[in-house]
C-alpha cells in the first residue's frame, strides 16, 4: 500500500484547508486511516482517524470541532477538511493507514502500518 499526502500550503489564521491522502496497491485491505502532524521542534501527534467501515471516527482534543476527516471509497481517498485554522496548526501533517481496526488504538501510531510522505501546513498570524 502507497498513502500519497496533499493539500498543504500557506493560509492565514481563520482560513481553511482540505487535505487529501490517496491510497494505492492494495487499498482494499486498509480499515483504519488517519492524520497525523509533527510541528518543529515536537513530537508528531495524533489528529483524527476513523475506521473505513464509518463506524468510529475519533478528533484530538485541539482540533474538535475545526476538523473534519472523511474518505471516498470509490476514490481509496481520505481527507482532512481544516477549518478556523490557527498558528499553532502549523506542522506537517502525514496520512497513515492500518489493516486493523484499531478502535481506541487509533490515536497511537504504533498501530499504523503504512504511511505518507507528509504534507506542509503553515498558518500565520
Known amino acids: 500500500v502507497q498513502l500519497q499526502a496533499s493539500g498543504g500550503g500557506l493560509v492565514q489564521a481563520g482560513g481553511s484547508l482540505r487535505l487529501s491522502c490517496a491510497a494505492s496497491?492494495?487499498?482494499?485491505?486498509?480499515?483504519?486511516m488517519g492524520w497525523f502532524r509533527q510541528a518543529p521542534g515536537k513530537e508528531r501527534e495524533f489528529v483524527a482517524t476513523?475506521?473505513?467501515?464509518?463506524?468510529?471516527?475519533y478528533y484530538a482534543n485541539s482540533v474538535q470541532g475545526r476538523f473534519t476527516i472523511s474518505r471516498d471509497n470509490s476514490k481509496n481517498t481520505m481527507y482532512l477538511q481544516m477549518n478556523s485554522l490557527k498558528p499553532e496548526d502549523t506542522a506537517v501533517y502525514f496520512c497513515?493507514?492500518?489493516?486493523?481496526?484499531?478502535?481506541?488504538?487509533?490515536?497511537?501510531?504504533?498501530?499504523?502500518?503504512?504511511w505518507g510522505q507528509g504534507t506542509q501546513v503553515t498558518v500565520s498570524s
Open positions: 497513515a493507514a492500518s489493516t486493523a481496526n484499531l478502535r481506541g488504538s487509533a490515536r497511537s501510531q504504533a498501530g499504523y502500518d503504512y
Open positions: 496497491g492494495r487499498a482494499f485491505s486498509l480499515n483504519t
Open positions: 476513523f475506521t473505513w467501515s464509518g463506524l468510529a471516527t
